[in-house]
C-alpha cells in the first residue's frame, strides 16, 4: 500500500501537469509555434523515436561521464579543503571564481582548444558545471566533523585513513549526496549547452537544433520533454543510490 | 606500590591569538590499579585537556604522563574514552557501533566472538534487544550506555570518561551511576571521571581530586571511603554528606569565592 502510493502521488501530478498543459494551450487557441500541446508531441515522437533514441543516448552517456569525473574530482577537492585549512583558504576563492564563470562562455573556448573532440568537449563542460556542489558539500562534511568522532578512533591508534573510512565518509554521505542530486541536472545543462551552442550534429541538443531550423515547433518541445525525462531518470537512480549507501540518515515520518 | 596512572608536574599552555592561556600548571594525579579517579573543578579549568593528556591525544609543554609504568607519548590501545556526547555512529547498528573499537585494536577474537563480547556487555547494561536499533531510535540515556559498552569492550586498563553523565537528567544519571557500579563489578578497569556533580564523584570514585581555577593545579585529593556501598542511599549518609560538603568547601577556594584554611 505504502509503495504503491509513493509511485501514485508523483505520477498523479505528472498527469495532472500534462492535462492543465493540454488545458491552457487549447483554452488561448495557441499556434503550436508559439506553445505546443501535450498531443502535438506525441506525433513528433512517433515520427523521429530512433532519432530521439540515438542522440539521447549519446547526451545521456555523456552526461553521466561527466558527472562521474565531476564525482571523483569534486570528492578529491572536497578532501582536500575538508582536511586542511590552508588548502581551503587557498583553493575557496579559485573555486567560486570559477563557478561564477558562466559556462556558456566557456564552451567556445574549449572547442577550439579541444577542437574536433566532441566528445571529451562535451563531458568536460558538464564535469565542469556539475562539480562545484560535490566539493562544496565533502569539504564542509568533513570539516565539521566533530572533533569527538575523531577522537573516538585515534584514542585508539587508529590511523589518519581508518579514520577517513569508517567515519569521515560516512558521515559526509548524507551531503554528498544531496550535492549530487544538484549536480546531476547541473550536469545536464552542461551536455546540452555544449551540443546547442556548438553544433556536432550529436545528441539531443542537435535535435533541438534542427527542430529549430525546420521550424518544427513541436519537435522542440519534445526534446524538452526527453531531456526532463532523462533528469528524472538520472535523479531517480540517485535517489536509489542515497537509499542504498546513506538511508540511515532518513528519519522515520511520525 | 606503582600506580596505573601517574601524572607528574604536568604544565600545559594553548597558543592563542593574544598570547598563550596555561590551562594546566604543575598537575599531580595518581590513580592506583583497580581505583576510580573523580576530577572535579571549576568550568574551563583544564579539565578536558586532562583527559586528551592521559590518552596521549596530546602532549604536555611540560611533565610526564604515565600509564602502567609507560611513558604516554602517543594513543594506546589500553585505554578507552566516553565523552558528554555519545558520539554513535548514525549509520551503524547499536551492536556494531560497540564493536567498533575491537576492529582498530589488534585482537585474536573470531567474528562471533566480538558479538557475543558486545551482547554480553549491552545485557549489562541493560541494553538487551536493542543491538540492531539504530542510535536515533535509543533515548539520551540509552545511547550513553551504548557508548559506555563501546568504551570498554576492548577490556582497556583504562577508562577515561569526560563528563559521561552531563546532559542525562537526574534520574536517568542516577541509573547509569548504577550501572557503573555494575560495569566495575564485572569488568575491573581503572578510571578516571571528569564531572561537574559532586555527589557523582563520590557516589562513584574512590578519590576524588579537585582542581584549582585555571590554570589547573592539584589542590585537594580527598579519598571517598563508603564501606563498598553501591547502592544509592549511601549518598545521603553522614559519611557521604561529610565529604560533600569539604568538596563544595574546596571548589569554592577554586572558584576564588572561599579562603583556604593555609592561606587564612
Redesign the interface.
Known sequence: MKHWKQIATPALAIVLFIAFWEFIVWVNQWPNYKMASPSDLIPAYAKYWNLFLIYGWQTLWRTVVGLLVAVVFGTLIGMIMGFSRTMRDALYPLLVGFNAIPKATVVPVLALILIGHHDLNTVLIAFMISFFPISVAVSIGLSTL?P??R????????SKW?IFW??AL??T?PEFFGALKVAVTLAFIGTNLMEIVEPHGKGLGHLFDSGKINADYPLMFAVLIALAFLGILLYYIVVGLEKIF?G??E?PQS | MTNLIDIKGVIHAYQTENGPLPVLDDLNISVPEGDFCAVVGPSGCGKSTLTRLIAGLMKPDQGEVWLHGEKVTSPRATVGMAFQNPVLLEWRTILQNVLLPLEIVPNKMTKAQKEERGRELLTLVGLEGFEDKRPSELSGGMRQRASLCRSIVHKPDVLIMDEPFGALDAFTREDLWQTMHRLREEEPFTGVLITHDLRESVYLADEVVVLSGRPATTQHVENVKLGGRTDLEVIYTTEATDILHRLRHQIEIAQGRAKSEEAA
Not at chain 1, 151 to 158: E, F, S
Open positions: 566533530e569527538e568522532y577522537d573516538i578512533l585515534r584514542a585508539l591508534g587508529a581508518t569508517k567515519i560516512p558521515k554521505l546513506a540511515w540518515a528519519r
